[in-house]
């Protein structure tokens, strides 16, 4: 069966400093992943989503950059965290295009 | 572009009620897939049920059923006889290709 990881769980982080969060996918092979932030009490704002190694696309303008090294490995980062950086962020994966399955969540807090 | 409607922001019942949550969405495609998520305090976003745009027939989960509706482009989600587990955020999603579009979600509280 199929398992997404993320880590770490939870980071607390100064502005300014730089981040790296990873996601891996065990189970599948070519999967779709996808990068997610959850702002408290929100929604879900698609971040990045790739379709293969090295494959990257950006939904929304910011600070944050994605790479996907492995086939299922996908990495989220910034060089200098903003405030407005802080929220939940998700990893999901999906096979052709369809339903997406979630990890279980990096919690940001950047103060 | 995809949009998705949860007009609920929170439901609050007491246990064994029924909470209908709503959703509707706006697309111009005519193939597309519909979702419910269930997201627990925890965190994790849980996969409910995935309907193709095709497929009108309404389904039931045990206590879960959902009623599609194309022609008022709804997506309707009933969790009968609630219990306390059922506290969390339901979100609605839209989908086509390799993107998802979600609703604000509903937080639902399920009171003992």
Do not use: M
């Not at chain 2, 009968?80 to 059922?86: E, L, P, Y």
Request: hydrophobic share 35%; with cysteine.
């Amino acid at each position: 069966s199929q398992t997404i990881h993320q880590w770490p769980a939870t980071l607390v982080q100064p502005v300014g400093s730089p981040l790296s969060l990873e996601c891996t996918v065990e189970g599948t092979s070519n999967p779709n992943l996808y990068w997610y932030r959850q702002a408290a009490g929100r929604g879900l704002q698609l971040l990045f989503y790739s379709v293969g190694i090295g494959q990257i696309s950006s939904e929304v303008p910011q600070n944050l950059s994605a790479s996907r090294p492995q086939d299922r490995q996908f990495i989220l980062s910034s060089k200098k965290l903003l405030l407005s950086d802080s929220g939940f962020y998700l990893c999901a994966w999906s096979v052709e295009g369809v339903e997406q399955f979630f990890g279980p969540g990096t919690r940001l807090t950047v103060l | 572009a995809q949009k998705v409607t949860q007009a609920q922001t929170e439901i609050s019942v007491v246990e064994k009620e029924d909470v209908t949550l709503d959703c509707v969405y706006e697309t111009r495609d005519t193939t597309y897939y519909l979702f419910w998520y269930k997201q627990p305090p925890s965190g994790e976003l849980v996969f409910l049920i995935r309907r193709n745009s095709f497929d009108e027939q309404n389904e039931i989960s045990g206590r879960y059923s959902w009623n599609f509706q194309k022609s008022t482009s709804s997506f309707n989600f009933t969790i009968t006889a609630s219990q306390v587990v059922d506290s969390a955020v339901y979100f609605c999603a839209l989908g086509n290709d390799y993107k998802l579009s979600f609703g604000a979600g509903t937080t639902v509280t399920v009171r003992a």
